[in-house]
């Protein structure tokens, strides 16, 4: 009885909060595993805050940590870590996914002409065979990635010594975690280009987003040609997002650590560091060089970029680039006094330009009740920067990214949670909150109040 009452409440959630349940479920297995099984440390198991903290972290695919992953944790250790951002990873594809084409906003993978109201058609979604495809393409994805890594690590590192690494740093980079086998993280392939280069593409094709991959592929291996160059407004926007925020923070992290960090390196290495900086800011988590030692101009362009994240459905948390893009039109289109807000010879509904206005609203408001919220738990009397450190760590952990200014270790048991809480909100919430707010609206009447205008600016 007890039973069939459960799996009855489970069936009555809807998608925001499945999958909200289903994180908090993971974290709380992850946590316990960490406590209870045997032969996951070198030394003494984690304390309950901190094994949280870390299940947390790799369910979110965050990557901070309060040990050295690479020296703390035994294999075993180190593979349910693994297994638990491969969950995390997997659950955030699938289920933002399921998410997007239930509330009407399949992308039209084959360039369809998207015409009337596709709600209606979310009863007949497939979710089993989405789900499917999700996993196929995530493992198919990893594979390819292990097996590039292997091959440049295999003659540095020793062809059985290498397997391990490139396996963990493949699902780890295509789950954007930024969790490592190495205690400096990828600083050690400063000056492997192809290190950073296949890294780069694994975090870059998890958090594109899993719709707008197949529709890209469906597209660019059409054999009609009339089908091709015909994506969807959304995946465009995706697209063209992405390379501008690559290319942009690319030439930025270049220009600005060319005399400190990069100093050292040939122009085609500073290069190759600079565009992976600007891949792995937008919630990766790796590193090739020290932020502690950065310049604050690359600190306070790692916090933008880590604002905006990756893309919707995908494995990447931040704003999204989407919602900054329609931001960013919005602010576009009224200053050339237009009265609708259009990409690529597409008007953008005002129903979405309310939502990614909300989304930015109420992310900001949750960075700023982080930054608050740290500065009463941690005072860091013997720190210098404490506002760009707490703005840095809030950052990170709300955009899953996982970067570090060297402070979470130091965090109080307060500083810890709020960090958990802050990473567990990055990871479900800014979806979340966009699920809800298209659900509340399909169930809301035709009431409103009468307008009466107000001034602003």
């Known amino acids: 009885m007890p039973q069939g009452r459960g799996v009855s409440v489970w069936q009555g959630l809807n998608p925001p909060q499945m999958l909200v349940g289903s994180f908090l479920l993971v974290i709380a297995f992850g946590t316990l595993g960490l406590k209870s099984l045997p032969g996951l440390y070198t030394g003494q198991p984690l304390s309950w805050v901190d094994a949280l903290f870390t299940s947390t972290s790799a369910v979110c695919v965050t990557g901070l940590i309060v040990v050295d992953t690479a020296t703390y944790f035994t294999p075993l250790g180190q593979g349910l870590l693994l297994l638990l951002i491969q969950l995390g990873g997997l659950g955030m594809l699938a289920f933002s996914s399921l998410i997007i084409v239930a509330l009407g906003k399949r992308l039209s993978l084959r360039a369809e002409t998207i015409a009337g109201d596709r709600r209606a058609n979310g009863p007949n979604l497939d979710a089993k065979r989405l789900t499917l495809d999700v996993i196929r393409f995530t493992l198919v994805i990893e594979a390819i990635g292990a097996l590039m890594l292997y091959t440049v690590w295999g003659p540095r590192l020793g062809w059985s010594e290498a397997v391990w690494p490139s396996v963990f740093h493949s699902v780890s980079g295509f789950c954007n975690a930024g969790f490592s086998?190495?205690?400096?993280?990828?600083?050690?392939?400063?000056?492997?280009?192809?290190?950073?280069?296949?890294?780069?593409?694994?975090?870059?094709?998890?958090?594109?987003?899993?719709?707008t991959m197949e529709e890209a592929f469906l597209n660019l291996f059409s054999r009609d040609?009339?089908?091709?160059?015909?994506?969807?407004?959304?995946?465009?926007?995706?697209?063209?997002?992405?390379?501008f925020l690559l290319v942009i923070g690319g030439i930025l992290f270049i220009w600005f650590e060319s005399d400190s960090h990069m100093a050292g390196l040939s122009r085609f290495d500073r290069i190759s560091n600079?565009?992976?900086?600007?891949?792995?800011?937008?919630?990766?988590?790796?590193?090739?060089?020290?932020?502690?030692?950065?310049?604050?101009?690359?600190?306070?362009?790692?916090?933008?970029?880590?604002?905006?994240?990756?893309?919707?459905?995908?494995?990447?948390?931040?704003?999204?680039?989407?919602?900054f893009a329609v931001i960013g039109l919005l602010a576009w289109s009224r200053m050339r006094s237009e009265t609708t807000t259009s990409f690529a010879g597409r008007s953008i509904p005002e129903e979405t330009i309310q939502r990614a206005t909300g989304i930015l609203v109420v992310s900001v408001a949750i960075v700023a009740m982080g930054v608050f919220a740290l500065s009463g738990s941690d005072p860091l009397p013997n720190?210098?920067?404490?506002?760009?450190?707490?703005?840095?760590?809030?950052?990170?952990?709300?955009?899953?990214?996982?970067?570090?200014?060297?402070?979470?270790?130091?965090?109080?048991?307060?500083?810890?949670?709020?960090?958990?809480?802050?990473?567990?909100?990055?990871?479900?919430?800014?979806?979340t909150l966009a699920a809800a707010l298209v659900i509340r609206r399909a169930r809301s009447g035709q009431f409103r109040y009468a307008y009466e205008d107000v001034i602003v600016g």
């Open 274 to 323: 600079g565009l992976f900086m600007s891949v792995t800011a937008r919630t990766a988590g790796f590193n090739s060089i020290d932020y502690g030692q950065a310049t604050d101009s690359v600190n306070f362009l790692t916090i933008l970029l880590m604002l905006i994240g990756g893309s919707p459905g995908s494995t990447a948390g931040g704003l999204k680039t989407t919602t």
């Open 225 to 243: 040609w009339r089908q091709r160059n015909r994506l969807s407004l959304h995946s465009r926007l995706v697209l063209w997002t992405t390379a």
């Open 181 to 211: 086998t190495n205690t400096d993280s990828l600083i050690g392939f400063q000056n492997s280009p192809a290190t950073l280069a296949t890294i780069s593409f694994l975090i870059i094709a998890g958090g594109i987003g899993f719709l």
């Open 383 to 431: 720190r210098e920067n404490r506002f760009l450190l707490r703005l840095f760590e809030v950052c990170s952990a709300f955009g899953t990214v996982g970067l570090s200014l060297n402070l979470t270790p130091e965090l109080s048991t307060t500083g810890r949670l709020i960090i958990t809480l802050l990473m567990l909100l990055g990871r479900v919430g800014p979806l």
